[in-house]
């Protein structure tokens, strides 16, 4: 399978395990439980990796790395939650796609790789796409406010988790360096379980079904976002995972109803131009496939 692929799969992975979270979120876990199990979830998984081998020894320098990279991310998950449960979607949705610009900007700023003129066009576009597909409903300033602060907080925070993953992981070996970053996300979600509304031994069996499916199928796809980075580039692994907003419409729009999601009946007008954004997508998309040859 060509190494383009394994981005285009992991955001259709991701379109799904975020329907699946969702109907776990709305039928009575709420987003922290959700969090934490998730994150525990995707540790145990990882934590596999251990027995892949790798050519370099560990060492303090390289254990201090991963645990700033899973400590990072944790961050980005914290502030993602709060712009989806304090925000509105509609309008943090989009802004967390603009992780592809933070990524574009502090690879630069970090001299991790040189972006061409053609990988600016593609952040651009992407950018543009991801605006087009979060319009549509009615906004609350105050909703709006916190989309905007929150989302961007956590786009900046895994932009930077994955610049320096990318900067970092060649130095001890993928598999043991990812294993360590999300076991550290996994331990930090301790500090989640005071904002519980209630124990987990009070989560309904379905939210319990939907919670264990949606993290594994989300494990998967991060795994294959890990392996991505470290071999396309932090840059052109995002902008190809940022497809994940053309499944959302299509999985949305056609098989939505299976997971309880309701989106699709917001009209017309917004469905119209979430498909004008997954256009802009494609274009992007074609621009680092044709980079690399494809």
């Known amino acids: 399978m060509p190494p383009l692929f394994v981005p285009l799969c992991s955001a ?49 320098t390289h254990v201090a790395h991963a645990v700033i990279s899973g400590a ?49 066009a593609a952040v651009a576009l992407t950018a543009c796409a991801t605006a087009l597909l979060g319009v549509g409903g009615q906004v609350r300033r105050e909703a709006l406010l916190r989309s905007l602060l929150y989302g961007f907080s956590a786009a900046a925070a895994f932009a930077f988790t994955d610049v320096l993953q990318q900067r970092w992981v060649k130095a001890w070996g993928f598999s043991h360096y990812v294993a360590v970053q999300f076991l550290t996300v996994a331990v930090l979600s301790f500090g989640l379980v005071p904002f519980f509304r209630e124990s987990l031994r009070t989560l309904p069996d379905t939210a319990w079904r939907w919670t264990f499916a949606g993290g594994a199928v989300l494990s998967v796809q991060a795994l294959g ?22 499944w959302s419409v299509v999985l949305v729009w056609t098989v939505g109803h299976w997971f309880g999601n309701t989106e699709h009946r917001q009209g017309r007008g917004v469905m119209l131009r979430r498909l004008a954004g997954s256009a802009l997508l494609l274009a992007a998309i074609a621009l680092i496939a044709h980079g690399h040859g494809a």
């Open 12 to 60: 259709l992975g991701y379109a799904i395990a975020a329907l699946m979270l969702k109907r776990a979120t709305t039928g009575g876990a709420g987003p922290w439980r959700v969090s934490f199990l998730t994150n525990w979830l995707q540790a145990a998984i990882f934590s596999l990796l251990w027995l892949w081998p790798t050519a370099h020894p560990a060492t303090a």
């Open 225 to 246: 976002i890990a392996w991505s980075i470290v071999h396309l580039g932090a840059t052109d692994t995002n902008v190809l995972y940022n497809s994940r907003g053309v």
């Open 72 to 120: 990072i991310f944790f961050v980005g998950q914290v502030f993602t939650f709060l712009a989806l449960s304090r925000g509105d979607v509609s309008v943090a949705t989009p802004v967390l796609g603009s992780k592809v610009v933070f990524v574009a900007l502090f690879t630069v700023l970090l001299g991790t790789a040189e972006v061409t003129a053609a990988m600016w």
